[in-house]
Nanobody
Framework: QVQLVESGGGLVQAGGSLRLSCAAS????????MGWFRQAPGKEREFVAG????????FYADSVKGRFTISRDNAENTVFLQMSSLKHEDTAVYYC????????????????WGQGTQVTVSS
């Protein structure tokens, strides 16, 4: 089992940057593909970015491509989401998730979830 704890959220002005971190417990972090999802008020949770077990493959939602970067440090059991050029519409609770499979854009494929961290972008 994997426990995930997100951090790094906060309030930022439009155009600014934030870096989210997700720390994982356990010794098998490198066995999981990882993903970031987000949920805005009144909306369904949506995929943001994903990364393979080794970190060699990354993939993004079109809405964040070119602005967000996902990365991981398997030695530190941590996955990151660097967010730049933030927009008001990026405001949401951001969740990291672990997938025992290859990593997809589908939230139901992910097996473990963190509690989320709030990101608020002021316009």
């Amino acid at each position: 089992q994997v426990q995930l704890v997100e951090s790094g959220g906060g309030l930022v002005q439009a155009g600014g940057s934030l870096r989210l971190s997700c720390a994982a417990s356990g010794r098998t972090f490198s066995s999981y593909a990882m993903g970031w999802f987000r949920q805005a008020p009144g909306k369904e949770r949506e995929f943001v970015a994903g990364i393979s077990r080794s970190g060699g493959r990354t993939f993004y939602a079109d809405s964040v491509k070119g602005r967000f970067t996902i990365s991981r440090d398997n030695a530190e059991n941590t996955v990151f989401l660097q967010m730049s050029s933030l927009k008001h519409e990026d405001t949401a609770v951001y969740y990291c998730a672990a997938d025992q499979g290859i990593g997809t854009r589908i939230e139901y494929d992910y097996d473990y979830w963190g509690q989320g961290t709030q990101v608020t972008v002021s316009s």
